[in-house]
């Protein structure tokens, strides 16, 4: 995190890496539909989004949360994220977060003072010179190339000493007794040497077959299982970056620049830690650099043509209507068209750096909301159109047989493999209680033992199942079968061969506070996700932006 941090301040520091980095803060918002001047001036601002605590949520002051959710992102971790789908629905989730919070913070009347936001705005890291204390001249650039204002960056950490201080509560309860602080010890300090074996689930499978009917039972119990999820028909138009690379050009000095303020991305990297550091030539890095930027500038000005064909697809006057194709036709483009698809499908055209499925999921048939703004990706720039929605339903029987009785046969496997796991538990274990060894109570199976090396919590396992084996093993005795583990692949066996301990009184001493500090942030974690969940149901949250 430091070097992290310590990199973005020598970014902040050049105004041309700003530059770059900007295009992709300025056209974030676009992904999932929030650009300003379209949404602002085109889509009303009385739309209802979502309800919290009963009352609505407006389609700006969710704009608003989006876009404070992500300049936080920004400013306190350094990192520029890159907009897939994933990332806009994480920040949609943490939008909802801190919009419900900041409501049930002002309900518990809970305040912030202007002293608090200064002394917030004095340790954030963004704003702290190359000695480490506050620099009005970074804070200053910070806020021109965020585009953003004093006001605005108060406003944000307003909220988010807010929900500090409304995350208080389940954070106070990250309390370690003495009796979890030794169990806790043990866990992280034993070490283990176990023999494991597959049993495979052939074995298991190869007598279960499941009829038609018992097909359309499982069917009929579970049939949500079975919807047919929502999708949508589009048409698009797109602009390929690298149709724009003649038309721009790396400002005189831009990589040189680039290249003296990011030197250590050039490290040449050795072994010996003695070693002078040296770096990659800038004769050697030049292009790759220049390329960087020009692709970065191409994309830009693919993204403003987009967004001009934005304006001018939006209705000229009240009560127009849209108008997509004769805006395509008049700029030249071509308009293509896909078959309809829904969130998970593949969709082999589109740049999948782009967050093209989103952004068409949340195209609704109106004037305003039936195409997008500009959708950005790596390689391709977008504009979608609507052309028709398809909700979910429900099929018969008839229509998804095939899938079902997939289904049913792995149903019915997984429920035999689960329980020949419970019968094999009690039989194992009855015969290891009576003197048995691990290797004569499985050789009637005819499985192969493996057996692990010495390793503690923090080793880093290699085989195949090192994600199962090292949890199921904590809680094992030496001498003890583990809980048996259905798995993709069968049964996993585990059997305890050794379990070494240092005695609390001697080893806990040296790791105390360290052990502690962990446990609580771990504690915390989960106190304050828990939490978080139970706010948005205790909020009756309705997310109206998904109800099709």
Same mark, same amino acid.
């Given at each position: ?37 379209? #949404? ?18 407006? !389609? ?46 002002? !309900? =518990? ?47 944000? *950490?307003?909220? #988010? ?27 992280? @300090? ?16 190869? /007598? ?36 724009? $690379? &003649? ?54 000005? !693919? ?7 934005? &304006? ?16 395509? &036709?008049?700029? %030249? $483009? ?16 589109? =740049? ?10 949340? *195209?609704?048939? =109106? ?48 429920? &035999? ?6 019968? $094999? ?14 290797? =004569? ?6 499985? /192969? ?9 923090? @080793?880093? *396992? ?16 030496? %001498? ?17 061969? +050794? ?7 001697? %080893? ?10 962990? *446990?609580?942030?771990? $504690? ?18 309705? /997310?109206?932006?998904? +109800?099709?």
């Amino acid at each position: 995190m430091a070097m992290m941090i310590s990199k973005f301040h020598k970014l902040i520091q050049s105004k041309l890496v700003w530059y770059i980095l900007l295009g992709f803060i300025v056209v974030a918002f676009t992904f999932v539909g929030f650009s300003g001047s379209r #949404q602002e001036k085109k889509r009303p601002s009385q739309k209802v989004v979502g309800e919290l605590f009963g009352k609505k949520v407006m !389609a700006q002051e969710y704009r608003q949360a989006y876009q404070n959710t992500y300049l936080w992102y920004v400013l306190s971790s350094g990192n520029m994220p890159q907009m897939t789908d994933e990332m806009a629905e994480a920040l949609d989730h943490e939008a909802w977060q801190r919009l419900v919070s900041i409501r049930k913070a002002k !309900a =518990d009347q809970i305040t912030v003072s202007d002293a608090e936001i200064v002394k917030q705005i004095q340790r954030l890291a963004a704003f702290q010179g190359e000695s480490g204390g506050f620099d009005v001249r970074a804070y200053n650039l910070v806020l021109k190339h965020l585009r953003t204002t004093s006001q605005q960056i108060e406003a944000i *950490l307003r909220e #988010q000493i807010l929900i500090h201080k409304l995350m208080i509560r389940p954070i106070q309860a990250a309390l370690i007794s003495p009796s979890e602080l030794t169990q806790a010890y043990y866990l992280y @300090t034993d070490r283990f040497v176990l023999n494991y074996a597959l049993l495979p689930r052939e074995q298991i499978a190869k /007598n279960i077959t499941v009829s038609r009917e018992e097909a359309e039972i499982l069917f009929n119990e579970n049939i949500e299982a079975f919807r047919m999820p929502s999708k949508v028909h589009v048409s698009y138009v797109e602009w390929k970056i690298n149709d724009f $690379l &003649a038309q721009v050009e790396a400002p005189e000095g831009a990589a040189l620049e680039f290249y003296n303020k990011n030197l250590e991305n050039y490290r040449i990297e050795t072994t010996n830690e003695f070693e002078i550091a040296s770096y990659k030539p800038f004769e050697n890095v030049e292009k790759e650099i220049t390329d960087q930027i020009c692709e970065t500038l191409a994309r830009r000005a !693919a993204a403003e043509e987009a967004t001009s064909l934005v &304006a001018a697809i939006a209705p000229q006057a009240e009560g127009a209507t849209s108008n997509f194709e004769g805006a395509a &036709a008049k700029a %030249g $483009l071509t308009i293509k068209t896909l078959p309809a698809f829904g969130q998970t499908d593949t969709l082999p055209a589109i =740049d999948e750096t782009a967050p093209f499925r989103q952004a068409a999921s949340r *195209l609704q048939n =109106d004037a305003y909301s039936s195409f997008s703004d500009a959708v950005i990706g790596k390689d391709s720039v977008y504009v979608i159109s609507l052309e028709k929605r398809y909700p979910s339903f429900l099929p018969s029987f008839g229509a998804v047989e095939t899938s079902v009785m997939e289904a049913a046969q792995t149903h019915a496997i997984s429920e &035999a493999v689960s329980e020949r796991a419970i019968e $094999l538990q009690k039989t194992l274990t009855a015969a290891l209680n009576e003197g048995n060894t691990i290797q =004569d109570i499985l050789k009637p199976y005819n499985l /192969n033992i493996e057996t692990t090396e010495e390793f503690d919590i923090t @080793t880093d *396992l290699t085989n195949d199942y090192a994600n199962i084996l090292i949890p199921i093993c904590l809680n094992a005795k030496q %001498g003890e079968l583990c809980e048996l583990v259905p798995t993709e692949d069968g049964i996993l066996i585990t059997y305890v061969a +050794e379990r070494k301990s240092i005695d609390a009184e001697l %080893g806990l001493p040296s790791i105390r506070q360290e052990l502690i500090a962990g *446990l609580s942030r771990n $504690l915390t974690q989960q106190l304050t996700t828990d939490w978080q969940a139970s706010l948005l149901s205790e909020a009756n949250f309705k /997310n109206l932006m998904t +109800e099709k």
